[in-house]
């Protein structure tokens, strides 16, 4: 049971997965707040081009 409690081989994959969670969580953040305000600006652009 000792030996259980010692071994770190599956820790580092963990953590490894939550380093890649935690990246694609601030990508999917970032790329939204672009998206959203990219898409304001083109309704005006479009508004604009049409009058």
């Known amino acids: 049971m000792k030996a259980f ?3 770190d ?3 580092t994959a963990v ?3 939550l380093i890649i ?3 694609v969580l601030v990508v999917v953040a970032a790329m ?3 998206t ?3 898409s304001q600006i083109l309704d005006k652009v479009s508004t604009t081009v049409g009058s």
Do not use: P, Q
Request: hydrophobic share 50%; proline share 0%; no cysteine.
């Open 32 to 34: 939204s707040a672009v």
């Open 21 to 23: 969670a935690l990246i």
């Open 36 to 38: 959203g305000g990219l």
């Open 9 to 11: 081989s599956g820790a």
């Open 15 to 17: 953590e490894l997965g």
């Open 5 to 7: 409690w010692r071994d």
